[in-house]
């Protein structure tokens, strides 16, 4: 079955700067691969997805970047700010199946 | 997201007990999920249901079990509440039109003593 591991497990950044976040899979037959931010008490949502037909994604930003070959993927944040502070999450589907198998998080801290 | 609610949001009880956590929803999904949550193991599926007949067990459904009331409510039962089924608790719905995007609750931290 699928198996996603993700990168680092905790990340501090300064306020402003760029934090980047990578996931592998393992499954090369995945082709949805969406990022959900879980604030602290709340439940995780989501931020940007991407599919297996495209090699990149922007929303304002956030950017998500896509490898098929070497099957990993990316979140890129840039000029970060202190309410982006929280637990990232990664996670890869196969298509039809509406399953997702998540990363296993990683804690974002921006220091002002 | 309000659209989706779990309750209890906290909850302790002893080990061997039976206890339930439900799940509702106002989105309109056929689809919807239970996932455990424990510090550095991400989420992790227990069970899903793609409609109100519809029940399959997920990575870790060992010691749960699930009940569709109906589209709106989604049940998880622990039988027999062991320790290590302390965690975070959420639901989620997606909808089964096309997009794969889950929508989660705000989650339900259960203590098993």
């Known amino acids: 079955g699928e198996n996603v591991e993700q990168h680092p497990s905790t990340l501090s950044v300064q306020e402003g700067d760029s934090a980047v976040i990578k996931c592998t899979y393992s499954?090369?037959?995945?082709?949805?691969f969406p990022w959900y931010k879980q604030e602290l008490g709340k439940g995780p949502q989501l931020i940007i997805d991407?599919?297996?037909?495209?090699g990149e994604k922007k929303d304002q930003r956030i950017a998500v970047t896509l490898n098929k070959t070497a099957k990993h993927f990316s979140l890129h944040i840039t000029e970060t700010q202190p309410e982006d502070s929280a637990v990232y999450f990664c996670?890869?589907?196969?298509?039809?199946?509406?399953?997702?198998?998540f990363g296993t998080g990683t804690r974002l801290q921006v220091f002002p | 997201d309000a659209d989706v609610t779990q309750t209890p949001r906290n909850r302790i009880t002893k080990t061997g007990k039976r206890i339930m956590l439900e799940c509702s929803q106002t989105?309109?999904?056929?689809?919807m999920y239970w996932y455990r949550q424990d510090p550095g193991l991400g989420l992790r599926l227990i069970y899903y249901?793609?409609?109100?007949?519809?029940?399959n067990k997920g990575e870790i459904s060992d010691g749960y079990s699930v009940s569709r009331q109906a589209q709106a409510k989604f049940s998880l039962s622990l039988e027999s509440a062991i320790p290590n089924q302390t965690a975070l608790y959420f639901c989620?719905?997606?909808?089964?039109?096309?997009?794969?995007?889950?929508?989660f609750g705000p989650g339900t931290r259960l203590l098993v003593l």
């Open positions: 989620a719905t997606s909808d089964d039109r096309g997009s794969e995007t889950q929508y």
């Open positions: 989105k309109g999904h056929d689809r």
């Open positions: 499954d090369s037959a995945s082709n949805y």
């Open positions: 996670a890869a589907s196969m298509a039809d199946t509406d399953k997702l198998i």
């Open positions: 991407i599919r297996s037909n495209v």
């Open positions: 249901s793609f409609d109100v007949k519809d029940i």
